[in-house]
């Protein structure tokens, strides 16, 4: 263990002093990369001072053990050397898990697509339920959101939603809630009082910077159109509303949440980017999933992952077997014990990968 920290601390060394660098802070790409990886090499190197101190003490109390001349000090060093062996223990399982292989993307920010699947128009209520849940847990989190697109479902709820999401290790996150999400309720339309199941698909596409795709607008045809929806006389009767296709692989985007052609296409082309380097990085989610057998973030969409029963106020993440009887918090936001769990499930997995020490 303290072989494998002393390497890391002289990683953080070493980028401690890259990251002052002239050159460095020059190019946009290498700079961004090295400064995540100081955060990330920071939370292991103040975790290993601590570690050593707690080795020392640990040394000290068992010398003054050893020697035994002095009863009260004895006494003394026996209770500091129990707290200090258990603060150990626990304390060497969380660097182990810090060790573990960050995936790169989880520091992104991260466009989020919500639709309405089987269920009519109990299902684009329930994906206006989804993005008001997602809503809240960002703002707990300090995140900002912002709507890209959106259209409303006829009772209520959206047929689709996109919005985006900004903040530190975003993605890190919001990895975990991407598939098919499920209700057990009794509609709203419904008169017989019959629970009936709905569904909804969550997309969460890593916001991809200029550096991951090299996007050709040469590629890219835009058609402008009115917007169309609520949104007043002059949102509909202007051509502000845009919608790309990138011709070599089909790949569509559109928006016309703003007045502003211009902000469209800026928030238009955001879309397309993520959705292209979405489509790669899926492909290596399920290369690697196949690999690992993972059913923690697999990458399929069309895994059902999580169910939401109204009646009996409880939701099941069905991918490490965990029930909670806390819905109406959960749909208030508070997704993040779901969230830690399954954060905790990936590293267990990785973790045994490793053999169970890094």
């Not at 182990?96 to 128009?121: F, S």
């Not at 509909?236 to 949440?257: M, R």
């Amino acid at each position: 263990m303290i072989d494998r920290l002393n390497i890391v601390k002289q990683r953080f060394d070493e980028v401690s002093d890259l990251i002052i660098q002239p050159d460095i802070i020059s190019d946009q790409k290498r700079y961004i990369q090295l400064n995540k990886e100081y955060k990330d090499l920071k939370k292991i190197v103040d975790k290993a001072e601590e570690y050593k101190t707690l080795l020392e003490n640990i040394d000290e109390a068992n010398e003054i053990i050893k020697d035994g001349s002095d009863a009260e000090m004895v006494e003394m060093a026996e209770l500091e050397l129990e707290e200090a062996t258990e603060k150990v223990e626990k304390l060497e399982e969380e660097i182990n898990y810090l060790l573990i292989p960050q995936d790169p993307e989880d520091a992104k920010n991260v466009m989020v697509e919500i639709r309405a699947g089987t269920g009519g128009d109990e299902a684009s209520i329930f994906a206006g339920d989804l993005y008001r849940m997602y809503i809240k847990f960002c703002a707990d989190k300090g995140w900002k959101t912002e709507v890209v697109d959106a259209n409303e479902g006829t009772s209520g709820g959206f047929k689709e939603i996109i919005f985006s999401i900004t903040g530190e290790d975003v993605y890190g996150d919001m990895k975990f809630e991407a598939g098919v999400h499920r209700v057990q309720r009794v509609p709203q339309t419904e008169t017989q009082g019959r629970v009936h199941t709905s569904a909804a698909t969550v997309m969460v596409l890593p916001e991809a910077e200029e550096f991951d795709v090299e996007l050709d607008m040469s590629d890219v045809k835009i058609i402008r159109t009115t917007s169309t929806g609520p949104g007043g006389q002059s949102v509909n009767t202007t051509y502000s509303a845009i919608q790309l296709k990138h011709i070599p692989t089909g790949i569509e985007a559109k928006c016309q949440d703003q007045k502003s052609q211009h902000k469209n296409l800026e928030k238009a082309i955001k879309v397309l980017r993520s959705r292209l380097y979405e489509a790669e990085l899926a492909k290596k989610q399920a290369e690697d999933a196949a690999k690992r057998k993972s059913m923690v973030s697999s990458g399929d969409r069309s895994a059902k992952i999580r169910t939401y029963n109204y009646p009996q106020g409880r939701v099941t993440e069905h991918r490490i077997g965990l029930t909670m009887y806390d819905l109406d918090n959960i749909m208030n936001g508070d997704i993040h014990r779901i969230v830690e769990e399954l954060k905790l499930a990936e590293n267990a997995e990785k973790l045994k990968e490793s053999g169970g020490m890094l």
